[in-house]
Nanobody, 123 residues
Framework: VQLQASGGGLVQSGGSLRLSCAASGRIFSNHVMGWFRQAPGKERQFVATISASGGATYYADSVEGRFTISRDNAKNTGYLQMNSLLPEDTAVYYC?????????????????WGQGTLVTVSS
């Protein structure tokens, strides 16, 4: 699976952005998908994950209630809707996929990664 993340940009605190992750290659609908982020000087951290069918989701506490992960398997695309953005959400956001069942929050369990898209939230 090849992944291409897009949709990042500069937004004011309290604003919204929607990230997209376009997949090609293997059957995307067989893969669990996740979003991770890496802020300057910090380690990459888990943000959200969605099961292969889209029927289950799981979020990091820091984004629960503000971010929504979704996917459209017919379009081979995953999404991360980010609302009520905060300056601490500033990071490079990465999408990832793995041919696994269920939900996956561990970075080392993902096999495929997108190139990252930068989100900057100004105060």
């Amino acid at each position: 699976v090849q992944l291409q993340a897009s949709g990042g940009g500069l937004v004011q605190s309290g604003g919204s952005l929607r990230l997209s992750c376009a997949a090609s290659g293997r059957i995307f609908s067989n893969h669990v998908m996740g979003w991770f982020r890496q802020a300057p000087g910090k380690e990459r951290q888990f943000v959200a994950t969605i099961s292969a069918s889209g029927g289950a989701t799981y979020y990091a506490d820091s984004v629960e209630g503000r971010f929504t992960i979704s996917r459209d398997n017919a379009k081979n695309t995953g999404y991360l809707q980010m609302n009520s953005l905060l300056p601490e959400d500033t990071a490079v956001y990465y999408c990832a996929a793995a041919a696994k069942l269920g939900l996956v929050s561990a970075e080392n369990r993902y096999d495929y990664w997108g190139q990252g898209t930068l989100v900057t939230v100004s105060s």
